[in-house]
């Protein structure tokens, strides 16, 4: 079949030509300052930052592998220098509700100077106080109201003992109280002798002693009045020292936060507080020693300053990367402290989130792993529909622990967020949550692949010199680039690109460096990459080579010499995490008289996917068309993928199957020597198929293997000749003729290669000439359609016997 | 006046309380002291014959300090409380005096406080009689000088025991007050004071003239918070000291 003519080993490589390069290694390069083939993302970046509107985060979309973080880095740090203008974050107790903790907002440095002076403050107040209160002036002023109290309680007593001794009682304490006696002649009397008293004179005296009772009720009574009197007092000249005290320690205070509106205010209120509760401070166990004082001050909670954020050394705004972003850790927390098997918190122990750090700046996020981290994209949203951070604790939310909980006053929030995920992830939240489009109106694509041509690799070369020197890879000579090049345009899989997927070229350079400095190298050349990549491939191929065992020991049943009716090699790739291999697999057909319908073995067991059970049906909407246009396809078939106990999806087998089956209706023996790949329209064109490089190298290593006869090759689409980036052991085959690869556009043009027959073209009447194996396919047809217009008739007949029977 | 004494050892600080006397602050004195002095510390309680005759009065009350409610006073609810009143006594006594690793010992007996006061101070070194009136206000943690009035006969125990009490209250100012006769002539106890205490900026020394309590208290600036006086002083005096005290009493031997 000279029509047919085999891709030369040319056509099989895009090679990357050395004579473009005019520098010896990678350290002669220009570095690029920005990425290669990027502009679009860098773009919506770039806008993304400098626009200071609601709702305009960003999402970078791509998939892994692409330097989406290190460039959002880049681009947000050099951004970030540029405002400078930060802030210091704090929590303060708040005096009035110690539930409801109050914000600080400050200049950056602010909050720790605060968090000293505060320290300083309260370690003076602890020496200034008692001693205030050990002061002749307050002793002698308290002795005075002590005194003025008691004189005036003994002056109760006293009238009220003489009155009533005067009126013949006595006043004597009982364990609880009082009680009154009469007293004849400043005697007690005694039960005995009141009983011998005359009636009269005995009601006289409980008379007596009933109104003193009043009297003594009534001072009794006033006890815990003129107590309270007395303790205000104290406690007013308490105030009044403890004012004094702290309006002579406080002034440099308020001097020097005199124009922090906020500071001034906590520091009024924290005054007020200190004079409530001066007694706090005058210890009686505590003592004055300074080791003692440095102890208790920090036993002083209330007062304290809990710096949340603090920028004092931060130059630039904020560029902040949470990798666990968990809703504590993106949001803050608050924790507790175990005291007495009671859980406690307050102000001191609340945490800062991502969120807090990033305030005025950049927050970079895995999306993936805020959508798996429970609670933490619903905070993350709250945050940002909201502009602020307001900390609540998880437990709490889902009623988990009931103890005393804190509520701090929300953080405004400034934060531009950045998200960095894979494009599906991209589009679920787009197509599910509606308001990620409102948070997130920015998307920056970033592509996996840019187009090849002359400028491109020379900038490719760059780009190789930049990750070769920030990642302090050794430098790659002229040939070595050029390898990198070739296998970045295979990694596309396609000869015409050029890979972005950085981190993987990063490896192979840094995997190429490892073999260069084994062979005392100080530049990485083409065979330390080829090494590599081998290396590589060995690491990962044990499947692949287990599979290729089974086949050559006749375990798993691949012809690749002979002929077989209804037989034929299809080919796949198995993608096994980052590497993929391709294997082949045989298909079979049977075909019969039946109702047109073709039976996918592989659907009927659910073991096809969607995308092969739409090939079957497009191959049998072909042979409908092709062969039976006019009259019923009266044809029962079926196909299988012979050994597979796995599912099978894609339609790049359709073209196999379509051959296979063709093969089957007319009896035409297919060359097994021949694998092939490719699907099929309704009108029998071959469309482009995924994984070519695989499939080519996965069949032409079983070949190999079994000894190559110069008859083996693979049909591929000759759309995908483009893509093709084979390896040089099927290159150097090609070139020797003991391997072909074939390319075909129509389902004839494979059934030409694979039967050795003509399509052949119809006639006026609509025939195939004889030979042709379109002849062979519409003639067995035609006998089937014959073979069922007599079934059809026998089937009537029979009908209308019975019909007169009955 | 009485015979002038040598410094001697005192072998038990007793401590003498009746109804509503009884205070802690009372009992770590009298332990503090016994501490000191290498002496044991005996508690009395004295349980008030007078109240339990008036609690059989057919229209006896008792006004609560607690409530300033009235309640029916008998024999029997009156003899429990004493009773009560007693073992607390006991209990805290035994308990500062353990802690202070001290000999104790205990009584209760039935009378009156100032006569079981001046008929024990025979048999013991130092006698202290509780006097505590509840309507005395010193509000608990405030810092407050301490008022010593000493009443000096010459009485060489007096100065042992002016030289203890104000090393128990050695962390807080001291005034101390003393009173003489205004026919006594030269004091060795006001020399030997002013000696003592002429390096001690917390001391406050008055001197004051006469005997009778009531003249002297007025006098003095601040209310004494522990009288301390001679035994060997007439019982009469003896007897208007006690019955006038608002506070403590330290009869020295």
Known sequence: MSKH????????????????????????????????????????????????????????????GLGKHQLVEEILSRRAAAEPELFDWCYVNNFDNFQKPRVLKLPAGTGLQLRKDMEQLIEDLMTALPSSFQSEEYRTRLQELEDEFNEQQEQTFTKLYEEAKERGVAVMRTPAGYTLAPLIEDELVKPEDFEKLPQKKQEKIEKT??????????????????????????????????????????????????????????????????????????????????????????????????????????????????????????????????????????????????????????????????????????????????????????????????????????????????????????????AYDPEFSLLFKVAADFSEDTDRNEESTL?????????????????????????VIEQAARLADDGEKLSLRVETLVDLMREAGYWSKKSNSSLIRAEDVETALEKQRYRQDKIREKMQEQITRGIRLIDTEGTKIAQVNGLSVIQLGDYAFGTPSRITATARLGQGKVVDIEREVKLG?????????????????????????????????????????????????????????????????????????????????????????????????????????VIIPAANQVHLMLNQEVRQAVAAEQFCIYTAVHVEDVMELLSGLSRGERDDAGQFPEGSFNWLVQDRIQELQELHRRYSLKEETVSEDENSDA | MPETVNKTRLLQVTLAVGVGDYSLANIELAVQMATALDAQVHGLFVEDIDLLQTADLPFSVEITLATAQ?????????????????????????????????????????????????????????????????????????????????????????????????????????????????????????????????????????????????????QSAAKPDYIIVSRHQPSEVLRAFLEKSVCPVILVT
């Open chain 1, 5 to 64: 003519k085999p891709l030369t080993a040319e056509a099989l490589y895009h090679r990357c030509s050395l004579d473009q390069f005019d520098f010896v290694s990678t350290s002669e390069l220009t570095l690029l300052e920005e990425p290669l083939g990027q502009n679009r993302a860098l773009e919506a970046i770039n806008f993304g930052v400098d626009i200071d509107q609601d709702g305009f985060n960003l999402f970078v979309l791509g998939p892994p």
């Open chain 1, 209 to 430: 002693i009933a109104d003193i009772q009043l009297q003594l009720r009534d001072v009794i009574r006033d006890l815990p009045l003129r107590q309270r009197e007395h303790h205000k007092k104290v406690k007013a000249l308490q105030k009044e020292i403890t004012q004094l005290t702290i309006e002579q320690l406080i002034g440099w205070l308020e001097h020097r936060y005199e124009q922090q509106k906020e500071v001034r205010d906590y520091i009024a209120r924290v005054k007020a507080y200190v004079i409530e509760n001066a007694q706090d401070f005058i210890s009686s166990d505590g003592g004055v020693e300074i080791e003692n004082i440095k102890q208790r001050v920090s036993s002083f909670h209330e007062y304290q300053i809990n710096v949340l954020v603090d920028n004092s050394y931060s130059k630039t705004a904020p560029v902040i990367y949470e990798d666990n972003p968990t809703y504590q850790n993106l949001i803050g927390r608050i924790e507790h402290v175990a005291q007495m098997g009671t859980l406690l918190t307050d102000f001191t122990l609340i945490k800062a989130g991502a969120l807090h750090r990033a305030n005025g700046g950049y927050l970079i996020l895995d999306a993936h792993k805020v959508l798996t981290h429970a609670f933490a994209w619903d905070g993350l949203k709250r945050a940002l529909s909201s502009h602020e951070v307001k900390i609540e604790s998880l437990e709490k939310m889902l009623s988990l622990v009931s103890t005393i909980s804190l509520e701090p006053e929300s953080i405004a929030l400034d934060v531009k967020v950045v998200l960095v995920g894979e494009p599906l992830l991209y589009y679920l939240l787009k």
């Open chain 1, 459 to 483: 900038l490719y070369a760059r780009m190789i010199a930049t990750l070769q020197n920030r990642h302090k890879i050794n430098p790659l000579d002229r040939a070595g680039v050029a390898r």
């Open chain 1, 609 to 713: 996917g969607h995308i092969h059970s739409k090939g079957v049906l497009i191959l049998s909407s072909y042979l409908a068309n092709h062969y039976a246009r006019d009259c019923p396809l009266p044809l029962s078939a079926s196909l299988v993928f012979e050994q597979s106990y796995g599912m099978v999806d894609g339609d790049s087998a359709s073209a196999a199957e379509l051959c296979v089956l063709l093969s089957a209706l007319g009896d035409i023996p297919l060359k097994q020597s021949l694998a092939v790949t490719g699907s099929i329209s309704q009108l029998g064109e071959i469309q482009a198929i995924g994984g070519g490089n695989e499939k080519i190298e996965g069949y032409f290593d079983i070949c190999r293997q079994r000894g190559l006869t110069g008859e083996q090759g």
């Open chain 2, 70 to 218: 009235e309640r029916r006073l008998d024999m029997l609810s009156i003899q429990r409380s004493l009773r009560a009143e007693s073992l607390q006594f006991r209990e805290n006594l035994a308990q500062t005096a353990e802690r202070s690793q001290v000999r104790w010992s205990f009584d209760t007996v039935r009378g009156r406080k100032i006569e079981a006061g001046l008929s024990g101070i025979e048999s013991t070194g130092l006698m202290i009689v509780g006097q505590t009136l509840s309507h005395r206000q010193t509000p608990a943690g405030t810092p407050r000088k301490k008022s010593i009035m000493v009443f000096d006969d010459e009485t060489t125990g007096l100065l042992q025991v002016i030289e203890l009490v104000m090393d128990l209250g050695a962390a807080q100012l001291v005034e101390l007050t003393v009173v003489r006769s205004e026919e006594s002539g030269a004091s060795t106890l006001l020399q030997a004071l002013e000696d003592k205490l002429k390096n001690t900026s917390n001391l406050v020394l008055t001197q004051l003239a006469g005997y009778d309590l009531e003249s002297v208290i007025k």
